[in-house]
């Protein structure tokens, strides 16, 4: 039972446009949301995350969108870099006694031309 | 600030093998979590200590097992070693406070080759 989504493999931009990356979930007991990014042969990095209370949260070039009742979330990169190119992964984790497991979605590879 | 490490790099074992990986959480971090991550797939949660006791555990047999020590490094051991264990083996530390925003921060992983 795949609770975290991210339904498309790879994306591909150019340099200085946005990126648009997207994840859905199943589980309405998730109340904390978070993106990595994953350089090969690194861990993944954290980005940015989101509280269930919250819409939108920014930190720079990135933002992430919470849309509770579509259970979606997606995150924003404007402009885009061809730094940002790695894969993301969203997460997402509920309270209570499960407070330290994060779900993880199978990943979107982000490729952004110079 | 040292972030999370992890020992080894790689790994080769064969099946029925026992193997030890190791993590050193990042300063001011009191908890470690251990996550699988197989070829194209997201990270899938083992289990999490906080202060030497397991405190949370993901669908996994208990051939996988774990230890936290008083300066919050960890073990994850697995035994009895199968084909489906290669995979990269992720620690992630974090900062238990009661509070949401405790993110979880990756070491690099362990790649744990199975023949």
């Known amino acids: 039972d795949q609770q975290v989504k991210q339904n498309s493999p790879s994306l591909s931009v150019q340099e200085g446009r946005i990126s648009i990356l997207n994840c859905d979930y199943t589980n309405s007991m998730f109340d904390y949301f978070l993106w990595y990014k994953k350089y090969p042969a690194e861990g993944p990095t954290f980005l940015i995350s989101?509280?269930?209370?919250?819409d939108k949260n920014e930190d720079g070039r990135f933002t992430v969108f919470l849309n509770k009742s579509a259970k979606h979330l997606s995150l924003h990169i404007v402009p885009s870099q061809p730094g940002d190119s790695a894969v993301y992964f969203c997460?997402?984790?509920?309270?209570?006694?499960?407070?330290?497991?994060?779900?993880f979605g199978q990943g979107t590879i982000l490729t952004v031309h110079p | 600030e040292t972030g999370v490490t992890q020992s080894p790099t790689h790994l080769i074992k064969t099946r029925g093998q026992q193997v030890t990986l190791r993590c050193s959480s990042q300063s001011g971090h009191n908890t470690v979590s251990w996550y699988q991550q197989a070829l194209g797939q997201g990270p899938q949660f083992i289990f999490q200590y906080y202060r030497e006791e397991e405190n949370g555990r993901g669908n996994f047999p208990p051939r996988f097992s774990g230890l936290q020590f008083p300066n919050y490094s960890s073990e994850l051991n697995v035994n009895a070693l199968e084909l489906d264990d290669s995979a990269l083996y992720l620690c992630a530390s974090s900062r238990t406070s009661g509070r949401l925003g405790d993110t979880q921060y990756f070491g690099p992983g362990t790649r744990l080759t199975v023949l």
């Open positions: 989101i509280s269930s209370i919250k």
């Open positions: 997460a997402a984790r509920t309270g209570g006694t499960s407070y330290g497991k994060l779900t």
